[in-house]
T-cell receptor, first 115, second 113 residues
């Protein structure tokens, strides 16, 4: 199994530009999570999906952030327009319901730098 | 890495000694707890979990202890190895409500040669 796949691994962009982060969850997993990690705030949940439907987006910072999951094998997190304070590592994670654990499998992350 | 030690407590342990990492959780209604390990440049990785009807659970070289009275969780690592060097996060959730897991701030474990 390839695990959770995220792309790109690194993204450097200028303030005001649109940024799209991509995630492919583990096949068969029905939950998908987007997190942001910074020095100041640690690991924050932004949004999560169950069976491709957004369940809780209360962690999305503001309207500049949006996330979609058009099918079970793909999700995007978009920032438009980007700002320097959005610089962080963004993780995607997936998990499967029906098991005995809530183990989330994390991708390698996308390091975003907005200049 | 993503978690520079300026904002993280750090535990330094001699290689071969046991490590104990502590965590205070916030919600008395939480009934499921998890420990994650994050190595530099990687995403967090599940280590071990425990439900609130237990006070101790053992894995391979790791033990998690839960004290619900004082809302305290600890992770014990036996015979600490260089590969254990990482940031460790405790996380909590309430299983019957939703699947949102709340992560703590993390503790950096530094292994001394």
């Amino acid at each position: 199994d390839a695990g959770v796949i995220q792309s790109p691994r690194h993204e450097v962009t200028e303030m005001g530009q649109e940024v799209t982060l991509r995630c492919k969850p583990i096949s068969g997993h029905d939950y998908l999570f987007w997190y942001r990690q910074t020095m100041m705030r640690g690991l924050e949940l932004l949004i999560y999906f169950n069976n491709n439907v957004p369940i809780d987006d209360s962690g999305m910072p503001e309207d500049r952030f949006s996330a979609k999951m058009p099918n079970a094998s793909f999700s995007t997190l978009k920032i438009q327009p980007s700002e320097p304070r959005d610089s962080a590592v963004y993780f995607c994670a997936s998990s499967a319901s029906g098991g005995t654990t809530y183990e989330q499998y994390f991708g390698p992350g996308t390091r975003l730098t907005v200049t | 890495g993503e978690n520079v030690g300026l904002h993280l407590p750090t535990l330094s342990v001699q290689e071969g000694d046991n490590s104990i990492i502590n965590c205070a959780y916030s919600n008395s209604a939480s009934d499921y707890f998890i420990w994650y390990k994050q190595e530099s440049g990687k995403g967090p990785q599940f280590i071990i979990d425990i439900r609130s009807n237990m006070d101790k659970r053992q894995g391979q070289r790791v033990t998690v202890l839960l004290n619900k009275t004082v809302k305290h969780l600890s992770l014990q690592i036996a015979a600490t190895q260089p590969g254990d060097s990482a940031v460790y996060f405790c996380a909590e959730t309430y299983m019957n409500r939703d699947d949102k897991i709340i992560f703590g701030k993390g503790t950096r474990l530094h292994i001394l040669p």
